[in-house]
T-cell receptor, first 111, second 112 residues
Framework: DAKTTQPTSMDCAEGRAANLPCNHSTISGNEYVYWYRQIHSQGPQYIIH???NNETNEMASLIITEDRKSSTLILPHATLRDTAVYYC????????????FGKGTMLLVSP | DAGVIQSPRHEVTEMGQEVTLRCKPISGHNSLFWYRQTMMRGLELLIYFNNNVPIDDSGMPEDRFSAKMPNASFSTLKIQPSEPRDSAVYFCASSLVTGELFFGEGSRLTVL
């Protein structure tokens, strides 16, 4: 699986949009971009994933650049409960594949 | 659905003792994963089962670790003998083959 690069930490004010970047310049054509988050002392939680089109669900939006070398996870109105470590992972979506977690981005949402 | 269920949530044991961690995956999921998380190494994949068969156990640290999946609704991770460096949070996750992983709440192991 391709490696990803994320900032170590980010801050966001409550109610504002949180934009978390991820670089995956070596991504292959059959690899998806997945985002997970881990709130302190809990198991990782799936957020969203995409191949090349932008995706949106009830939790977040995922913007993938046209060349697919980077992406941004957007939490449109961050709350204190969104404080967590956010992991960007690229993963082959066919056959047997696993999730390889990096260090992620620690997002701190403040009042 | 109850989600992935792990037990025990916390385990404190002494070096040399056997430790067994248990996992019940989400019903209908055919893939199961065991991960370990420490401050130093982050989240590491230990072993991955598909349809109860181990597919990738390259992350199992050494022979002291073993994992089994006797049926689709139960898996165990055993450490024998345990060592202080095995102290970590152990997560179990399940999924459909190409779907997102659903994680349990983890088992926090402390080996004294």
């Amino acid at each position: 699986d391709a490696k990803t690069t994320q900032p170590t930490s980010m801050d966001c004010a409550e109610g504002r949009a949180a934009n978390l970047p991820c670089n995956h310049s070596t991504i292959s054509g059959n690899e998806y971009v997945y985002w997970y988050r881990q709130i302190h002392s809990q198991g990782p939680q799936y957020i969203i994933h995409g191949l090349k089109n932008n995706e949106t669900n009830e939790m977040a939006s995922l913007i993938i650049t046209e060349d697919r070398k980077s992406s941004t996870l957007i939490l449109p109105h961050a709350t204190l409960r969104d404080t967590a470590v956010y992991y960007c992972i690229v993963r082959v979506a066919e056959g047997y594949s696993t999730l390889t977690f990096g260090k992620g981005t620690m997002l701190l949402v403040s009042p | 659905d109850a989600g992935v269920i792990q037990s025990p949530r916390h385990e404190v044991t002494e070096m040399g003792q056997e430790v067994t961690l248990r996992c019940k995956p989400i019903s209908g999921h055919n893939s199961l994963f065991w991960y370990r998380q420490t401050m130093m190494r982050g989240l590491e994949l230990l072993i991955y089962f598909n349809n109860n068969v181990p597919i990738d156990d390259s992350g199992m640290p050494e022979d002291r670790f073993s994992a089994k999946m006797p049926n689709a609704s139960f898996s165990t991770l055993k450490i024998q003998p345990s060592e202080p460096r095995d102290s970590a949070v152990y997560f179990c996750a399940s999924s459909l083959v190409t779907g997102e992983l659903f994680f349990g709440e983890g088992s926090r192991l402390t080996v004294l």
